[in-house]
């Protein structure tokens, strides 16, 4: 691990995981996955892509650490009798006993009590550890941390949608969840120079996490490196170490210029579209 940040506690979990979290879907190859893990990245993400090559990397790794790391798979399953059947197939692929997390994926209101069901179903077969939801509409998450047997979110947060800071995380002091950011480049508009303020110096990718991170509320961010060299600029989060007041007001400027311009929402329109249209319900940017 780097000398800005170390292992933490996920919550109350009783999981330690990296601050930096590694997902599945945007092409990131095993090879690369296991170099991650060797410097220090040990939370795996299985989420909606679940790309072969990717979870090759995770199989050969808890085949020689499975306790040293945190395997996460996310459910995106409206049908309680296929949320098994799904968190065998990732049992089966990743050639593990169990997982340490299952994410119920998009939820934008707490999920019916069949699917509930399901998981916990999961947690007394010992398949699945603890378990987190992902939501996009932040008042449903007082809910979510209110019930028994989630142990953690996943909310989307970065320096463009800060909401999080006034919405979610002053609910988190009494049952202490464990938190997963996501999407801290905003699906790369705050790294886009059409988009970005005159006179601002352009963020890194590594200054996008290293923002997110430096809130204490959130345990990991989620990276979607898709090659060797957006991994390691990943990385270099861990060793840039969190942000100054300076740093975090300049990502603030930066952020809020970005989401008040309308091309950068474009992106984030056809992502909430077309979820929109797989799962219903509205989200709150």
């Given at each position: 691990?780097g000398?800005g940040w170390?292992?933490v506690a996920?919550?109350?979990t009783?999981?330690?995981?990296s601050?930096i979290?590694l997902?599945?879907?945007?092409?990131?190859?095993?090879?690369?996955?296991?170099?991650?893990f060797?410097?220090?990245?040990?939370?795996m993400f299985?989420?909606?892509?679940r790309?072969?090559?990717?979870?090759?990397?995770v199989a050969n790794?808890?085949?020689?650490?499975?306790?040293?790391?945190?395997?996460?798979?996310?459910?995106?399953?409206r049908?309680?009798?296929l949320?098994g059947?799904?968190?065998?197939c990732?049992?089966r692929?990743?050639r593990?006993?169990?997982?340490d997390?299952?994410?119920?994926?998009w939820?934008?209101?707490?999920?019916?009590a069949?699917i509930?069901?399901?998981?916990?179903t999961?947690?007394?077969?010992g398949?699945?550890?603890?378990?987190?939801?992902?939501c996009?509409?932040?008042?449903?998450f007082s809910?979510?941390?209110?019930?028994?047997?989630i142990?953690g979110?996943?909310?989307r947060?970065?320096?463009?949608?800060?909401?999080?800071?006034?919405e979610v995380?002053?609910?988190l002091?009494?049952?202490?969840?464990g938190?997963i950011?996501f999407?801290a480049?905003?699906?790369?508009?705050?790294?886009?120079?059409?988009?970005?303020?005159?006179?601002?110096?352009p963020?890194?990718?590594?200054d996008c996490y290293?923002?997110?991170l430096t809130n204490?509320?959130v345990?990991t961010s989620?990276a979607?490196?898709k090659?060797g060299?957006e991994?390691?600029?990943a990385?270099a989060?861990?060793?840039r170490g969190?942000?100054?007041d300076?740093?975090?007001?300049?990502m603030?400027?930066?952020?809020?210029?970005?989401?008040a311009?309308?091309k950068a929402?474009?992106a984030i329109?056809l992502?909430d579209?077309a979820r929109?249209?797989?799962?219903?319900?509205a989200?709150?940017g």
């Open positions: 691990m000398a170390e292992r996920f919550g109350s009783g999981l330690a995981v601050p979290g997902g599945s879907s945007y092409g990131l190859g095993g090879a690369d996955v296991e170099r991650a060797e410097r220090g990245i040990d939370f299985y989420g909606l892509r790309r072969a090559d990717f979870g090759r990397g790794i808890a085949a020689r650490n499975r306790e040293r790391v945190v395997i996460a798979a996310q459910s995106y399953s049908m309680a009798s949320v059947p799904s968190v065998d990732v049992l692929t990743l593990t006993d169990y997982l997390i299952l994410c119920l994926g939820w934008d209101e707490l999920p019916p069949r509930l069901d399901a998981a916990r999961l947690k007394e077969e398949k699945v550890r603890h378990l987190v939801i992902s996009h509409y932040r008042p449903s809910q979510m941390i209110d019930t028994p047997d142990g979110i996943m909310v947060y970065n320096a463009a949608h800060t909401g999080a800071e006034r995380f002053p609910l002091a009494e049952r202490n969840p938190v950011a999407t480049t905003r699906w790369g508009s705050l790294l886009d120079p059409r988009v970005l303020p005159e006179g601002e110096a963020p890194r990718a590594s290293r923002f997110v204490p509320h345990h989620l979607g490196p090659d060299a991994l390691d600029e990385m989060a861990l060793d969190p942000m100054s300076d740093e975090l007001a300049w603030r400027r930066i952020g809020a210029h970005v989401r311009d309308r929402h474009r329109n992502v579209r929109t249209a797989l799962f219903g319900s989200t709150a």
